[in-house]
């Protein structure tokens, strides 16, 4: 299939070339003129603007920004995609949004004639690099059967999650919820190791226990319980901590539109604002645990 790919950053670059891999033909538009070259390389073919990738005889395209503002400004703008994009064209969306500009976007393009999904992921880059992201998926059933198989070129489980939004709205419920728990595994293992319990030993006893959960036992924020993670490099690499004050604020816009308290979400917020406000927003969000540890612990 001849698929036109938008954002090829730390994510949609390697979900690009995974399409590649997988026989499809691309066309691909950044801003950053040394991503669109690596992909260029990799056998896509390059469009000048949004304007003209969507002018390509391309049958779906799929964009994978940064944020709301920027899905926004290449779907609906003067130069945009909508007011280029062939009729029955499939637009899948893949970034991380507020569920309510999805829902936008979405009925913008249904009056242009493009059915369109909303398909945030979830997985990291290293997700992304292995071709096993999972997508959740908003949007009508038929359209959801054709995105399919594209989807599968670049993620292992492919999630519908109901109508237009859903998929923004199960990755922000998640994300909140990832958030929370990071900040309670680094709360308890930070007071069972000042109480004067053996890091290893601890994550050893929450870990078979009823606190345990995915910080606790694949991603644990306390240095030396787990190798191959951020806290085993010094909170480099990973999801930075500003992505994750990203997610949980898009949870609390969210959750302010339907009147649903987030109650932990908006403290969650506040203590990832904290973080970054003292300059740690690239770190990993795992990192967090460096607001409980004091200078002489282990
Ligand atoms: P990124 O900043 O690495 O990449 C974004 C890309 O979009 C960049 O290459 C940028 O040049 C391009 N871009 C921005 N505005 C543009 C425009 N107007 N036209 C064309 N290109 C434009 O971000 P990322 O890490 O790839 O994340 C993308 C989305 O995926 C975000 O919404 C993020 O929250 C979500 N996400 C990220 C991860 C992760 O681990 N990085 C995991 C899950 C979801």
């Known amino acids: ?37 690596s992909l260029v390389e990799a056998g896509a073919t390059a469009a000048t603007s949004p304007a003209a990738l969507a002018q390509a005889d391309v049958e779906l395209i799929i964009t994978m920004l940064p944020a709301a503002a920027h899905v926004k400004g290449v779907y609906l703008g003067d130069d945009g995609l909508l007011a280029n994009v062939h009729p029955d064209v499939l637009l899948i969306d893949s970034s991380t949004i507020d569920p309510q500009s999805a829902r936008e976007v979405a009925a913008a393009a249904r009056q242009h004639g493009n059915p369109m999904l909303d398909a945030p992921v979830s997985g990291g880059t290293g997700g ?46 998640n994300n909140m919820l990832l958030g929370i728990s990071m900040i309670g595994v680094a709360e308890a293992m930070s007071l069972g190791v000042a109480l004067g319990v053996d890091p290893q030993v601890l994550a050893g006893i929450i870990n078979t226990s009823s606190g345990r959960c995915w910080s606790s036992d694949t991603y644990n924020p306390f240095p030396g319980v787990m ?13 930075g901590s500003d992505l994750m004050l990203k997610d949980l604020g898009l949870a609390s816009e969210a959750a302010k539109q339907v009147r649903q308290p987030v109650i932990l979400g908006a403290l969650a917020q506040q203590l990832y604002q904290t973080f970054s406000t003292q300059g740690h927003g690239n770190l990993d969000f795992s990192a ?11």
């Open 128 to 173: 992304a690099a292995a071709g096993t992201l999972t997508f959740m998926v908003g949007g009508e059933a038929a359209d959801f059967a054709r995105a399919q198989p594209i989807l599968a070129a670049m993620g292992k489980n492919i999630v519908h999650c109901g109508g237009t939004g859903n998929g923004q709205a199960a990755k922000v419920a």
């Open 1 to 37: 299939m001849h698929i036109g790919f938008l954002g090829l950053g730390n994510m949609g670059a390697p979900m690009a070339r995974n399409l590649l891999k997988a026989g499809h033909q691309l066309t691909v538009f950044d801003l950053s003129a040394a991503a669109v070259a």
């Open 288 to 298: 967090i645990i460096n607001l409980y540890r004091k200078d002489d612990q282990a």
């Open 227 to 239: 190798d191959n993670v951020p806290a085993a490099r010094g909170y480099s690499g990973g999801f």
